[in-house]
């Protein structure tokens, strides 16, 4: 098992890459079953793939929550490829751990309009077919930004403090009551990034965590960090005026 890929998600076409590369371990962010199962029966999506593993002898390990809430965790990764590089604090922090806890909060060294900060904010991210999408005044000046790796409603009640907010799965209703609940122009501002692309940072950040950690104990591996997109949207088309 000295082969270990990363990748966000598991699904067959990481599956593919796994046992193409010859990786005996696969970690993704994303577990197989987001909820509780009765059957892995292989007339099923997911069951055919774990049968598929064990058939290959490679082993899954999922770090879902857990990496969520982290130090440095997926949250920190977002932060630092969108351009954040000082000191990071968590939205909500752990109850036990304050640099522990969901979501990040840091400065810009300089600070940016929205519309300079979300064309920065895509060029740090990997593409997906849906891109950025943006809620507030293009020229509002940002310093301040808040981020969370993956859906990230529950915490729009805790970034007041920054000038924009940019994570993934944000809904109609809850957006807009956002955007109105502030004063004109104020912010923060919202962007909304696909799921897929928001974690997407972790993986390298991740490897790079147990290389070290593993060669500190003598144990020497190598990684693969999947670059397969597993984004749920493959296309966009726009409506006709």
Avoid at 218 to 235: K, L
């Amino acid at each position: 098992m000295n082969k270990i890929l990363f990748a966000v998600d598991p699904v067959a076409s990481v599956a593919d890459e796994a046992l193409e590369w010859g990786a005996g371990l696969i970690v993704t962010h994303h577990p197989l079953y987001l909820r509780g199962t009765t059957t892995v029966a292989a007339d099923t999506v997911k069951g055919a793939l774990i049968h598929r593993l064990i058939r290959n002898d490679i082993a899954l390990y999922t770090a879902h929550t857990n990496a969520d809430v982290a130090d440095p965790g997926v949250s920190d990764a977002l932060a630092r490829a969108v351009g954040l590089s000082g000191e990071l604090r968590p939205l909500r922090p752990a109850p036990d751990d304050p640099h522990r806890g969901l979501g990040r909060v840091g400065e810009l060294d300089t600070p940016l309009t929205l519309q300079e900060f979300a064309d920065q904010a895509a060029r740090g991210l990997p593409r997906t077919a849906w891109g950025l999408r943006v809620a507030g005044d293009p020229s509002l000046l940002v310093r301040t930004v808040a981020v969370s790796g993956g859906a990230g409603d529950s915490l729009l009640d805790t970034v007041h403090g920054a000038d924009v907010f940019l994570t993934a799965d944000l809904r109609h209703h809850p957006a807009s009551e956002f955007m109105q609940s502030g004063a004109a122009g104020a912010g923060p501002a919202l962007i909304d990034a696909a799921h897929w692309a928001t974690e997407w940072p972790w993986l390298p950040q991740a490897a790079e965590l147990l290389t070290s950690g593993l060669a500190a104990k003598g144990i020497s591996v190598e990684t693969r960090v999947s670059e397969t997109v597993t984004d749920a949207w493959t296309t966009t088309a726009q409506c006709e005026e």
